[in-house]
């Protein structure tokens, strides 16, 4: 064989192996998207309720949270919020608050 053939064949086979090795090999998995979606108080909004907050730490992606909340003395509320990558926003004034469900956006 030539040179340029054996080159020719091994740039073939290269190519080939490359297509198909990354479905081959297993994906990591990434950490859910629970361990990047906090609730946080900070500030006083009243004697019985503070400020709460709900924060995605994640650098890419978007959250979508359901969130359990109630201020003292109301009813429970529940509601889904969407926090963007790397943001923190105020959801409300609250007594007591807890994440029911954290699951990566679709969109």
Same mark, same amino acid.
């Given at each position: 064989?030539? +040179? ?25 998995? &990434?950490?859910?998207?629970?361990? *990047?979606?906090?609730?946080? *108080?900070?500030?006083?909004? &009243? ?12 650098? *890419? !992606? ?12 109301? !009813?429970?509320?529940?509601? &889904? ?14 007594? &007591?608050?807890?994440? +029911? ?5 679709? *969109?």
């Amino acid at each position: 064989m030539t +040179l340029a053939r054996t080159t020719w064949i091994a740039i073939v086979v290269a190519m080939s192996a490359a297509s198909i090795a990354p479905s081959a090999l297993p994906q990591a998995n &990434d950490p859910p998207a629970s361990s *990047f979606a906090t609730l946080k *108080f900070e500030g006083a909004c &009243d004697a019985s309720n503070n400020r709460l907050w709900l924060s995605n730490t994640h650098t *890419f !992606k978007t959250i979508s949270v359901k969130v359990r909340w109630r201020a003292a003395g109301g !009813k429970d509320l529940v509601e &889904d919020f969407f926090p963007g990558p790397n943001s923190i926003r105020e959801i409300g004034c609250a007594a &007591d608050a807890e994440i +029911l469900e954290a699951n990566f956006a679709d *969109f």
